[in-house]
């Protein structure tokens, strides 16, 4: 009898993952968590791994006191440790009808097997995973549980790109359950005003969240290929609209570029990590390179 993949399994790249498994995902910022993992938690705990000495307060637990520092000092201090945790790793995926979008691979397929791999390789760290989906509305909501990744990848599986998109209402309603500070990935074509971008997503920062935005698009969207008069369809709105490509080629792509810089500027102030891709581009290159900058960045810190 013939194996059977779960569903979802099919977006797990191997390509992809034997290039970037041997890179750890590690946090910018500290997490909350309770369970040994790769990453630090904020939270004080009892773990071998010595913080700090301050000063006692009336109710801190006697146990925890330095006697050899009180030795030294005739001051009271108790020890404080930090406690490992698991990340809590939120994927927000932009199912809205534009996505559909794709010469030959649609960038919904190619936002789903870089969601698959993300999710899969911080499974593999034991770190938590969750997703959510959305295009005016939140669609669907996963937490992000140690025992998710069946569930993330079955959802991954059934999702379609149908209806009109948003992104401030339904990001700001996903936010607003995001209380736990952790990774928070969105993955979208952005075909929303850089200012509603960042202004959704601030409220994430400010809570601590480590926020990286991948911006998904295909090939003919960023050169504009086309040479013959036709119609073009919004696949949102279904509106039919004229076009000479010759007459429109220089002022899109300059808009497009305009568009390109604004999001990779304001991101940089916001400390968001942004990533563009095309989905001609291997995905399996892009997010080896982008991972090992990471890695690097985050050491040198």
């Known amino acids: 009898m013939a194996a059977t993949l779960a569903p979802g399994a099919r977006f797990v790249d191997p390509a992809v993952l034997a290039r970037v498994s041997n890179l750890e995902f590690v946090a ?3 997490v909350d968590g309770v369970v040994n ?5 904020p939270l004080f705990g009892t773990s071998v791994d010595f913080a700090e000495h301050r000063g006692y307060v009336a109710g801190d637990d006697l146990r925890r006191l330095d006697w050899k520092v009180f030795g030294r000092t005739d001051k009271y201090y108790v020890k404080e440790f930090e406690a490992d945790s698991n990340a809590a790793f939120t994927v927000l995926l932009d199912v809205s009808a534009s996505m559909g979008f794709g010469e030959r691979l649609s960038k919904l397929d190619y936002a789903r097997t870089l969601a698959a791999c993300l999710l899969y390789l911080v499974h593999q760290q034991r770190d938590r995973v969750g997703l959510a989906t959305f ?3 939140v669609r669907t909501y996963v937490p992000a549980a140690s025992r998710h990744l069946h569930t993330v990848l079955h959802t991954l599986d059934r999702v379609v790109a149908e209806r009109p998109g948003a992104f401030e209402a339904p990001v700001t309603r996903l936010a607003e359950q995001l209380t736990r500070r952790g990774v928070v990935v969105v993955i979208s074509d952005l075909y929303a005003e850089p200012d509603d971008v960042f202004r959704t997503l601030a409220p994430l920062r400010f809570r601590g969240h480590d926020v990286l935005l991948f911006h998904v698009l295909d090939r003919a969207e960023l050169e504009f290929p086309y040479d013959t008069p036709s119609t073009f369809e919004d696949l949102e709105d279904g509106d039919q609209v004229p076009v ?7 002022g899109y792509l300059a808009l497009m570029q305009v568009h390109l810089e604004t999001l990779a500027t304001r991101a940089r102030a916001q400390q968001i990590d942004y990533l563009q891709l095309s989905t001609d581009q291997p995905l399996d290159h892009a997010l080896y390179h982008y991972l090992s900058a990471r890695d690097r960045a985050l050491r040198t810190r």
Request: charged residues 35%.
């Open 28 to 30: 910018r910022s500290v």
């Open 37 to 41: 993992g790769l990453h630090r938690s």
């Open 135 to 137: 295009d005016t509305e």
């Open 244 to 250: 000479s490509p010759d007459a429109l080629r220089t």
